[in-house]
């Protein structure tokens, strides 16, 4: 008698624990979505674009593809202004916008890890130098005393059409 009693505790306290976890389940919010935090960067963006001393650069006109994920403006330890721009890109892989105006070998060297360079490339009528580094590769260009790289997981095509929507 007491072995049949046993078993009934057993199940009914497995139908209880069963219960609270059904509907647990049901009201806890799910994401559904693949887990990448969009962020918006206008009102960073404004902000760099009053503090820093060479022109901000953003992209214009991606489509919603380009999903923007992280956003910063910052000075570094040698008190450079950093500008930094990431996204998640159409074909998923990693791709950010990185200014400053500390040296160019500096920039690079700190965004395109063991970076060597890869030729040049031509984006909406300006040069850009390749670079290829692990794990990232970047498009590189200085304009007055900023150094622009564009860089990321994402392939040069991928690069190149981020490189050529900044404005």
Do not use: C
């Not at 923007?68 to 930094?84: E, F, I, L, M, P």
Request: aromatic share 10%; proline share 5%; net charge positive.
């Amino acid at each position: 008698m007491r072995g049949r009693q046993t078993v009934r505790d057993m199940i009914l306290s497995m139908l209880a624990v069963g219960f609270v976890g059904f509907f647990g389940y049901l009201f806890i919010p799910h994401s559904g979505g693949d887990g990448v935090h969009q962020v918006d960067y206008r009102v960073a963006l404004a902000s760099a674009k009053r503090a820093a001393p060479y022109p901000v650069l953003a992209p214009q006109g991606l489509s919603g593809h380009w999903r923007a994920t992280s956003v910063q403006y910052s000075k570094d330890s040698q008190g450079n202004a950093v500008w930094h721009l990431g996204f998640v890109t159409p074909s998923g892989k990693y791709a950010a916008v990185e200014q400053s105006d500390g040296s160019q070998n500096t920039v690079l060297a700190a965004v395109v890890p063991h970076g060597e360079p890869d030729g040049s490339a031509a984006v909406a009528g300006q040069d850009w130098q390749r670079y290829q580094g692990r794990p990232y590769r970047g498009l590189s260009r200085q304009t007055g005393s900023a150094t622009t790289v564009v860089t990321g997981s994402a392939s040069y095509d991928e690069l190149a059409q981020l490189a050529g929507a900044l404005k």
